[in-house]
């Protein structure tokens, strides 16, 4: 099977697990996944499973890529996207394909290198991949349309609040390492901020700190 295809069969069993966003689906059709696993890992690019890519990270679930994505543009059209927890760089690019411009910041020195590598070979311009601790949010370029968290906390930090554009998104898991968390939608209305838990998943911890 080439990758196309399982890319394709990929997308039709997103639709079964009730993925409806055209929009999320046709990028995802489009970025190769395969392209962002490390090369022992390839054959299961395109299974719908969380895969290692080292230095105890993950590439995440593609029902959760998905299923994130979609409920950031649920927001209406993004403009400013901050992502905390680059990895191998696969929901920056999906990002990069429905926003105006993604910010995404990685605490891993040897990953930040890497996906920077990856993004710079399929030639995305509008993503600014930052070197650091993204833990307390990105003050710098703030506020955001939608943030996306991909790393655990145990506790929201409420800086993350803070950096979101009136109508905002931000989706965190939320819970205690290595179990099962909340996948939290948190909108932001003027001052006041509804929450909503979206599913339950299971993410590395957010640490703080860099490597």
Do not use: W
């Not at 080439?2 to 394709?8: G, K, L, V």
């Not at 999906?94 to 990953?111: G, N």
């Not at 509008?126 to 906390?153: M, R, T």
Request: some cysteine; glycine content about 8%; overall charge negative.
């Amino acid at each position: 099977m080439t990758f196309e295809h399982a890319r394709s069969k990929l997308i039709q069993q997103l639709r079964l697990e009730g993925i409806q966003s055209e929009q999320v689906l046709d990028v995802m059709l489009e970025i190769p996944r395969h392209l962002f696993v490390p090369e022992n890992q390839l054959h299961f690019s395109y299974e719908d499973t969380p895969l290692p890519i080292g230095l105890g990270q993950t590439i995440s679930q593609p029902y959760i890529v998905a299923k994130m994505t979609e409920a950031l543009l649920e927001g209406g059209p993004l403009k400013r996207v901050l992502e905390i927890g680059t990895g191998s760089g696969y929901q920056a690019a999906i990002l990069a394909k429905l926003a105006e411009q993604v910010y995404t910041i990685e605490r891993i020195q040897t990953l930040y290198e890497d996906a920077k590598q990856r993004i710079a070979s399929l030639n995305i311009k509008n993503i600014e991949l930052i070197y650091g601790d993204g833990s307390l949010g990105l003050n710098k370029f703030a506020p955001y349309d939608g943030i996306l968290v991909a790393a655990a906390p145990e506790i929201i930090s409420p800086q993350l609040l803070e950096q979101l554009a009136d109508g905002g998104r931000l989706i965190i898991p939320v819970g205690a390492a290595f179990d099962s968390q909340d996948l939290l939608l948190y909108t932001r209305s003027g001052n006041d901020i509804k929450k909503v838990c979206l599913e339950i998943v299971r993410f590395v911890p957010l640490r703080h700190g860099v490597e």
